[in-house]
C-alpha cells in the first residue's frame, strides 16, 4: 500500500538498508528525468510529468502516467511504496 510519510525522511543509503524486496519509492518525473532513468523508454510526450517507481536500491522499476498506477504496481508485488523527500 502507498505511505505518504511526510515526517520521515529517507535518504537514498536508509532506502537501500530498509531492502530491496521490501519497499520502493516512487517520484514524479519530467520527460528529460525519465529518458535518463529508463534509457530504452519511447513515445514519451514532451513537456510532461509521469512517475516512476524505483526499488531501494535505486534500481528503475517502472514508469507510468499516473501516480496511482504506481502506487498499485507496489502493492501487488508486495512492495511498500513511500515518496521520499
Given at each position: 500500500?502507498?505511505?505518504?510519510?511526510?515526517?520521515?525522511?529517507?535518504?537514498?543509503?536508509?532506502?537501500?538498508?530498509?531492502?530491496?524486496?521490501?519497499?520502493?519509492?516512487?517520484?514524479?518525473?519530467?520527460?528529460?528525468?525519465?529518458?535518463?532513468?529508463?534509457?530504452?523508454?519511447?513515445?514519451?510526450?514532451?513537456?510532461?510529468?509521469?512517475?516512476?517507481?524505483?526499488?531501494?536500491?535505486?534500481?528503475?522499476?517502472?514508469?507510468?502516467?499516473?501516480?496511482?498506477?504506481?502506487?498499485f504496481s507496489a502493492f501487488h508485488n508486495d512492495l511498500k511504496a513511500v515518496l521520499p523527500n
Amino acid at each position: 500500500m502507498f505511505h505518504d510519510h511526510k515526517s520521515e525522511n529517507y535518504s537514498v543509503e536508509e532506502l537501500a538498508r530498509l531492502g530491496s524486496n521490501v519497499v520502493a519509492y516512487m517520484r514524479e518525473m519530467t520527460t528529460d528525468e525519465i529518458i535518463k532513468a529508463f534509457p530504452d523508454t519511447t513515445n514519451l510526450e514532451e513537456n510532461r510529468s509521469y512517475w516512476a517507481l524505483f526499488g531501494a536500491d535505486g534500481a528503475p522499476l517502472m514508469l507510468a502516467s499516473e501516480r496511482a498506477d504506481i502506487a498499485f504496481s507496489a502493492f501487488h508485488n508486495d512492495l511498500k511504496a513511500v515518496l521520499p523527500n
